[in-house]
């Protein structure tokens, strides 16, 4: 597929409905070259004239759209928001970004989002990483313990992305969901995410737990190991 067809019909899209926006941008899988079958149109856009930030998916010349639309102050919640949660979506299309349209104000935006990735999420204080210990714990102990075959499933996907989150934030870096669990671990360290992936894949199709039980052993015992005999919560 050529980029540049791909990016002329987004910019086609973006005049024929945001004229006079200030900047648009292309981002997702597609300037990442990370293409799939169902891939879409990541366009973000920051238009003065619009007075809340909005979200909206449609088709356009049998391209899927997901249009996130801010003004050029709505956008900073979402920012604030995406940081809480360690999960910089829209800062991510913004950096990365094929710029559409410009104003004067679209190498700003991107040099802003960049900033922001650069920085990392707040760092977790240590109660938040003794109540991490213990949720990991709680989840291994129902994955170790689970004889049924539809419990381990679903204690094996909670307890990896419960893994993925603690190597991540313990290091200061961004986590991910779904997909982007996998290419948060392998922009943080790709021998561990190769790994990460060797492993759980090994239980799902052997159904053997070593290997998994030994991973989360290994990545909480720098934080002291499993937690659960003292561990409180809100007792006063």
Not at 37 to 47: A, G, R
């Amino acid at each position: 597929m050529d980029l540049q067809e791909v990016v002329q019909t987004a910019k086609e899209l973006v005049l024929s409905t945001f004229s006079s926006c200030e900047a648009a941008f292309l981002g997702g899988s597609i300037v990442r070259n990370e293409i799939t079958k169902t891939s879409d149109l990541d366009i973000v856009v920051f238009d003065l004239s619009v007075s809340a930030s909005y979200r909206e998916s449609f088709f356009y010349k049998s391209w899927p759209v997901e249009w996130y639309v801010h003004n050029l102050q709505s956008y900073q919640f979402f920012y604030e928001e995406d940081c809480k949660r360690a999960r910089p979506s829209l800062p991510k299309m913004v950096s990365e970004g094929v710029i559409l349209q410009d104003k004067g104000n679209a190498v700003q935006l991107q040099e802003e989002a960049k900033s922001l990735l650069l920085k990392g999420p707040e760092k977790w204080t240590e109660e938040t990483i003794i109540m991490k210990r213990y949720f990991l714990t709680d989840v291994l102990d129902d994955f170790i313990g689970a004889t049924n075959r539809g419990e381990e499933l679903f204690s094996a996907a909670t307890l990896a992305e419960l893994l993925h989150e603690f190597v991540l934030r313990t290091n200061t870096q961004w986590v991910g969901s779904s997909k982007w669990i996998v290419r948060a671990l392998k922009h943080y360290d790709p021998e561990f995410a190769e790994e990460f992936v060797q492993v759980f894949d090994h239980y799902y199709v052997t159904r053997e737990k070593e290997a998994v039980i030994s991973l989360v052993d290994r990545v909480l015992a720098p934080f002291g190991g499993r937690l659960f005999d003292g561990f409180s919560l809100g007792k006063k």
